[in-house]
């Protein structure tokens, strides 16, 4: 039988989980910001702010999703730039982007195939590998479009990036990024293949008994996170209508710093897509009213460092202190004794 006290041990650990503090942190600092850097709270700024942030959101995604399987992928911004320098490629070659787009997107499930071969058939980390090809898939990008920029895309097309729901000011682009959003999260938390996810996080090995395709199912994942960081890339050239091979470059660290952020356990088995969520937005918001106060792109650099160190660090010491918590138990008077239970017998007793 549940013990009363319980529903509030559910509630207390529910309100000191890391979700709950990031939510709470992005909630005062977005009022703190409201009031005290210029514009950051108009229409305006808002809408600029969620279209920063849909790139980092997109690819957090499936992110996601590896790194609770322990890997993780840092090729993806790399992977993004060669998309977009494909896509402006092929449409200076006279092509449709209602066939570009579909190539672009089956470049990056190639381009996500090729690492999830090495790290599942060669057995190779993951760290090592998606380094190997971050630089890799940066380069083809440049061997395909050097240093130039194509522009002059379809307004038809720029515009279902960059323009608004019905006047509000509220970009179009949110209401993709709601329904993948609700489609992974799910996947991640109700299904049975979500749960085999953070098994496989937890112990890969326990996971390959209990059924459980390790290999298959990892090797999947890069193909999705290939293919949904070459739709970033499509997205970020048509919002700002520039097709470039270095577009993108550094955004992998934003992208693990948010997912991380949001309480995702960098050794896998851990974390929330919602606590996720909640890294991206106080991330962007931070970036967001540094850049209107002329804080320098690099400053912004070591803002992303040093919140992915902390990212690293924190989680598991608030876990820690839930885990403390939860193992306290409230210290009282023992319970009164039944008036029908007979005397124990005193140590004296005991001892003759």
């Not at 993806?76 to 787009?101: F, K, Q, R, Y």
């Not at 919140?307 to 660090?313: A, C, E, G, T």
Request: net charge neutral.
């Amino acid at each position: 039988m549940p013990s009363p006290d319980q529903p509030a041990r559910r509630l207390l650990g529910r309100l000191t989980s890391w979700d709950a503090a990031i939510i709470g942190v992005l909630i005062v600092f977005v009022i703190i910001a409201s009031f005290t850097v210029d514009n950051f709270a108009s229409t305006r700024n808002l809408s600029f702010l969620v279209l920063d942030l849909a790139p980092i959101a997109l690819i957090a995604l499936p992110m996601t999703l590896i790194i609770v399987t322990g890997e993780i992928d840092l090729s993806v911004a790399s992977t993004l730039g060669l998309s977009s320098a494909v896509m402006g490629a092929l449409w200076e070659a006279g092509l449709p982007l209602e066939t570009i787009i579909p190539v672009c997107v089956l470049l990056g499930a190639v381009l996500g195939a090729l690492n999830g071969t090495f790290v599942t058939v060669f057995g190779l980390p993951s760290l090592a590998v998606t380094i190997g090809t971050l630089a890799l898939y940066r380069g083809l990008a440049f061997v395909v479009l050097g240093d130039r920029a194509v522009a002059d895309f379809p307004e038809s097309y720029t515009d279902l990036v960059t323009g608004d729901i019905a006047g509000t000011g509220i970009p179009l682009l949110v209401i993709p990024l709601l329904v993948l959003g609700l489609v992974f999260a799910v996947v991640l938390h109700l299904t049975p293949a979500g749960r085999g996810l953070f098994s496989i996080g937890a112990n890969a090995e326990a996971a390959r008994f209990a059924g459980v395709r390790v290999t298959r199912v990892k090797f999947w994942l890069y193909v999705v996170c290939g293919a949904v960081a070459a739709l970033a890339g499509v997205l970020w050239t048509l919002r700002y209508s520039s097709a470039r091979a270095d577009n993108g470059t550094g955004l992998e660290l934003a992208v693990v710093a948010a997912v991380l952020l949001g309480g995702v356990s960098i050794f896998g088995g851990k974390g929330t897509l919602w606590g996720v969520l909640g890294g991206v937005l106080l991330l962007t918001a931070l970036q967001n009213a540094l850049r209107l106060d002329d804080v320098s792109n690099e400053a912004l650099s070591v803002v992303t460092g040093l919140l992915l160190i902390i990212s690293v660090l924190a989680p598991n010491l608030a876990r820690n202190v839930q885990a403390a918590l939860r193992r306290r138990r409230p210290s009282g008077p023992p319970p009164p004794a039944s008036p029908d239970s007979e005397p124990s017998p005193t140590p004296a007793l005991r001892s003759s």
